[in-house]
């Protein structure tokens, strides 16, 4: 099991796996989003991740309204949890 949390540990979160690879994504809108020169990206299967306190926190973004890359981040600390 793999567990991680958001700055403020508000709110937490476990999965079971990673199946597939990790890699840093260095398109313009990661940039961005991160403030940084890349960002990592983990993918993990919706059915193995668990929240264990704090979902209600978490906050989405739409980059495009209806469709396309969903950020999301914890609403007190701004933590990215997901993309
Ligand atoms: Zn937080
Ligand atoms: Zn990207």
Same mark, same amino acid.
């Given at each position: 099991? $793999?567990?991680?949390?958001?700055?403020?540990?508000?709110?937490? =979160?476990?999965?079971?796996? $990673?199946?597939? #690879?990790? =890699?840093?994504?260095?398109?313009? *809108?990661? %940039?961005?989003?991160?403030?940084?020169?890349?960002?990592? *990206?983990?993918?993990?299967?919706?059915?193995?991740?668990?929240? $264990?306190?704090?979902?209600?926190?978490? #906050?989405? =973004?739409? *980059?495009?309204?209806?469709?396309?890359? $969903? %950020?999301?981040?914890?609403? #007190?600390?701004?933590?990215?949890?997901?993309?």
């Amino acid at each position: 099991m $793999i567990n991680g949390s958001c700055l403020c540990g508000a709110i937490e =979160y476990e999965v079971e796996e $990673i199946p597939g #690879k990790i =890699y840093n994504c260095h398109c313009s *809108q990661c %940039r961005k989003s991160h403030g940084a020169a890349f960002a990592t *990206q983990v993918f993990a299967r919706g059915a193995t991740l668990r929240f $264990i306190k704090g979902e209600e926190l978490l #906050k989405e =973004y739409r *980059q495009v309204p209806g469709h396309g890359v $969903i %950020r999301a981040f914890c609403s #007190k600390c701004g933590s990215r949890l997901m993309n």
